[in-house]
Nanobody, 117 residues
């Protein structure tokens, strides 16, 4: 399973961005997908996750109400809509797939999001 994240960029505070993660693999609809981020000098942290049919979504408290995770199983793609961005959202964002078990086993290369104040 390969993942390709895209959609990052430089925006001002308050702006929006949508990240995409294109995924290979025939069983995409069975994968739980997640977004994580790593800010400079900090550990990687969980942002959001979505189950295979899209009905169950989880968010970090820091992004609830601002970010929305979604997926299109016909396109093997998961999205992260980010609204009302803040400078503290600046990080490299990674998508990941949980293909079996409880761990995220496949990771994309990351896309940089920079939010200026």
């Amino acid at each position: 399973v390969q993942l390709q994240a895209s959609g990052g960029g430089l925006v001002q505070a308050g702006a929006s961005l949508r990240l995409s993660c294109a995924t290979s693999g025939r069983a995409f609809s069975s994968y739980r997908m997640g977004w994580f981020r790593q800010a400079p000098g900090k550990e990687r942290e969980f942002v959001a996750s979505i189950n295979g049919n899209g009905f169950l979504r989880n968010y970090a408290d820091s992004v609830k109400g601002r970010f929305t995770i979604s997926r299109d199983n016909a396109k093997n793609t998961v999205y992260l809509q980010m609204n009302s961005l803040k400078p503290e959202d600046t990080a490299v964002y990674y998508c990941a797939a949980r293909t079996g078990g409880l761990e995220y086993t496949n990771w994309g290369q990351g896309t940089l999001v920079t939010v200026s104040s």
